[in-house]
């Protein structure tokens, strides 16, 4: 972690390198709130309490691109963070690092950010590892970018993705 920090302060760019999980250190910014514990019957144990520990802190912070409203993978799954990190701290753009199972990768992960975007009128970052990590678990993939109105504006497997990101479609105020 401490060479992806260097590469960082010494190229002068911002590295989102959510997902590294670690138990009992206190040097992340944002930990995963919500673990993914989940019995999956005649499939998968998944058990991230083994091995980390949830965090209690909602954090956004400002960055060159805009306020960053920070989470992690299966807090997807939980709508009230991020209309906290938009309503409460400002956000205007949402991190979603995450490894989605292939399963539910396939049948939530686009339609959860969407809504997520749509929701708080944020743009949604959703960085996703892809691919096989072991005998057992598989990742989804599919990272994208969703501007506040829901529409995908770019979509990759493996690579780099770009967007513009227009503030003024953030800011819009919602009117009932």
């Known amino acids: 972690m ?19 999980q670690e138990k009992g250190s206190d040097d992340s910014q944002y930990r995963k709130i ?33 306020r960053l409203g920070l989470t992690v993978c299966y807090d997807l799954r939980f709508p009230e963070i991020y209309e906290h990190l938009r309503f409460h701290h400002q956000a205007q753009v ?32 959703a960085a996703a590892q892809a691919g096989k990590h072991n005998q057992k678990r598989e990742s989804f993939g599919d990272s994208l970018i ?15 993705a770009v967007a513009e990101i227009d503030f003024s479609h953030v800011n819009y105020k919602k009117k009932y």
């Open 2 to 20: 401490k060479q992806y920090c260097s590469l960082a302060r010494d190229s002068g760019i911002w590295l989102s390198l959510g997902g590294f």
């Open 34 to 66: 919500h673990l993914f514990d989940v019995d999956v019957p005649g499939g998968m144990v998944y058990k991230e309490s083994s091995f980390t520990e949830a965090g209690e802190d909602i954090v956004a912070l400002d960055t060159p691109v805009g």
């Open 94 to 125: 949402l991190l979603v690092p995450s490894a989605f199972t292939k399963i539910t990768g396939q049948a939530h992960w686009e339609i959860l950010l969407r809504a997520r975007a749509i929701e708080t009128q944020c743009y949604v970052i």
């Open 146 to 160: 969703i501007d506040p109105w829901g529409t995908v504006v770019d979509r990759l497997s493996t690579g780099i």
